[in-house]
C-alpha cells in the first residue's frame, strides 16, 4: 500500500462484480487505469469533496434528531438497536443521493434491505466461474446466476425510476444538489453515461450504508459491555455541551474520547476485515518471494488491528489507547487502516465517519443504556455475521433511558 502501491493497486475481474457494476463502471472494483483515474477523480471533486459532504449537513442532523425522538418514544422498552441504525444509515445515504428516504421510493424498506443484504451476500459469495471458468456454466445450478440476475434487474428498476424522477420537467428543484442531481449534471456535459450512474449508485448504497451502520452497532455493543466505558463517554459528551439539548457537527471536534471509541470500534471489529481484493498489475518481489501479475491479493486488516506486536491487549476494547496517540485511520498509518490506503483508500471516509460520530454522539447525549430485563453483559452475543462488511450475528437490543427528563 505504500513501496508497491502501484504494483497492487488494481481489481480482480469477479462475475458477481462484473453484473453489479455494470461491467466494472463504478469505482470500488473498477481496474487500474484510465477509466478508473477519471471516475475518481470525478468523485473526488463533485460527490465527497469537503464541500459536498459539508452540503449534506442538515440532512444528517435532521435523520438523526428523527431517530433520537423514535427512540424518545420506546416507552423504555428494549430497541432493535441494529435495524434502526441501518434504517439511519440508509436514509442518510438515500437523501444525499436521491433526495428522499427509500421506503418513498420505489420499494419499501424491508425490501429495500433485502436488496442490499443480498447484493453483499452475491459480491462476497464463492462464485465457480471466478476460479474455474471452464465450468462457470454450474452456478446456475447452484443457483447463484439467478439471484445475481434477479437482484441486478430489481437495483436496474430502481436506478432507472430516480432517474427518470430527476429528469422530470415538473419536479420542485431542491435548495441542495443531491449525487444523482451531479452525475446527470455530468452526464449532460459528456463526462458519464447512464450505466455510470447507476453503477456509481450501487457503490453508495452498498459501502455507504453498511459500513456506518455497522459500526454503530459495534460501538453500542462494546459500551453495552463496558458501562464504566460508556458512563466516561456520556460525561465527556454532557460536560461539553452541557444544556445545549442537542449535538451538532460542530461540537465533534471537542469530543476527543468519543473519536477514540470509534477508532477502538474500527481496530477491533474492521468493517470490511479484508479490505477489497487487489490485483497485481505487474511482476513485482517482497521479502524475496516473487508476485506474478494478475494475483489476487487481500490485505488482512482485521489482522493488522489486531497485531500483538503492535498493540496491547490487542482483544480487549480500549478506547484510552487512542487518547494523544499519532495513529490515525486516515491512511498513513499502517497499524490501523479501517478505510485502506493508497490509490484505493475509500474516497467517502468523511461522509462516513461525520455520521457515525455525530450519531453515536446523539445516542449518549440523549439516553442512559440499558440491557433488557434478565440479561446480563456476558449475555450480549458478539458473534459476527459473514459478509464483506461483519454485523453482528444477533440483533442488538437495549433499553433507553431518557436522560434528560431523568
Not at 429495500?112 to 443480498?118: D, M, P, S, V, Y
Not at 445475481?148 to 420542485?172: C, G, W
Not at 468523511?350 to 447525549?365: D, F, I, K, R, W
Request: charged share 25%; hydrophobic share 40%; with cysteine.
Amino acid at each position: 500500500m505504500k513501496t508497491h502501491d502501484l504494483d497492487f493497486c488494481s481489481r480482480p475481474r469477479l462475475v458477481s462484480i462484473r453484473k453489479l457494476s455494470y461491467n466494472f463502471l463504478n469505482i470500488s472494483f473498477s481496474p487500474y487505469g484510465e477509466y478508473w483515474r477519471e471516475m475518481r477523480k470525478i468523485c473526488i471533486l463533485e460527490l465527497f469533496s469537503a464541500k459536498r459532504v459539508q452540503s449534506f449537513q442538515f440532512i444528517r442532523e435532521e435523520e438523526i434528531s428523527l431517530m433520537i425522538d423514535s427512540i424518545s418514544h420506546s416507552s423504555a422498552t428494549p430497541i432493535n438497536l441494529s435495524k434502526l441504525v441501518m434504517t439511519l444509515a440508509n436514509n442518510i445515504i438515500c437523501r444525499a443521493a436521491m433526495g428522499k428516504k427509500y421506503q418513498e421510493g420505489h420499494y419499501e424498506k424491508d425490501i429495500f434491505h433485502e436488496i442490499l443484504i443480498e447484493a453483499q451476500a452475491l459480491a462476497g459469495g464463492f462464485c465457480i466461474a471466478d476460479f474455474f471458468p471452464s465450468i462457470g456454466w454450474m452456478d446456475k445450478l447452484t443457483g447463484l446466476a439467478g439471484r445475481l440476475e434477479k437482484n441486478f434487474s430489481m437495483f436496474d428498476a430502481f436506478y432507472e425510476q430516480v432517474i427518470r424522477e430527476h429528469l422530470d420537467p415538473e419536479r420542485t428543484r431542491p435548495e441542495h444538489e443531491d449525487i444523482v442531481d451531479v452525475l446527470l449534471r455530468l452526464q449532460k456535459d459528456g463526462h458519464v453515461t447512464k450505466d455510470n450512474i447507476k453503477a456509481m449508485l450501487t457503490d453508495i448504497f452498498i459501502a455507504g450504508t453498511d459500513t456506518a451502520s455497522a459500526t454503530l452497532e459495534w460501538a453500542m455493543a462494546e459500551l453495552a459491555r463496558h458501562p464504566r466505558l460508556m458512563k466516561k463517554a456520556q460525561e465527556e459528551i454532557r460536560a461539553s455541551l452541557g444544556t445545549k439539548g442537542k449535538v451538532e457537527e460542530e461540537d465533534l471536534h471537542q469530543l476527543q474520547y468519543l473519536k477514540s471509541v470509534v477508532k477502538e470500534t474500527w481496530r477491533l471489529h474492521s468493517p470490511v476485515p479484508l479490505l477489497l481484493p487487489r490485483e497485481s498489475i505487474r511482476h513485482s518481489r517482497i521479502h524475496g518471494y516473487d508476485i506474478l501479475p494478475n494475483t489476487r491479493v487481500y490485505v488482512n486488516a482485521w489482522g493488522i488491528a489486531k497485531d500483538p506486536k503492535t498493540w496491547d491487549d490487542p482483544e480487549e476494547f480500549i478506547p484510552e489507547r487512542f487518547m494523544d496517540s499519532p495513529i490515525d485511520y486516515k491512511g498513513h498509518n499502517f497499524e490501523f487502516i479501517p478505510f485502506g490506503s493508497g490509490r484505493r483508500i475509500c474516497p467517502a471516509m468523511n461522509l462516513g465517519t461525520l455520521t457515525v460520530e455525530l450519531a453515536l454522539a446523539s445516542m449518549l447525549y440523549h439516553f442512559d443504556w440499558e440491557l433488557p430485563l434478565g440479561m446480563s453483559r456476558e449475555d450480549i452475543d458478539m458473534n459476527e455475521a459473514p459478509g464483506i462488511t461483519v454485523h453482528k450475528s444477533s440483533a442488538l437490543r437495549l433499553v433507553a433511558i431518557d436522560h434528560i427528563k431523568k
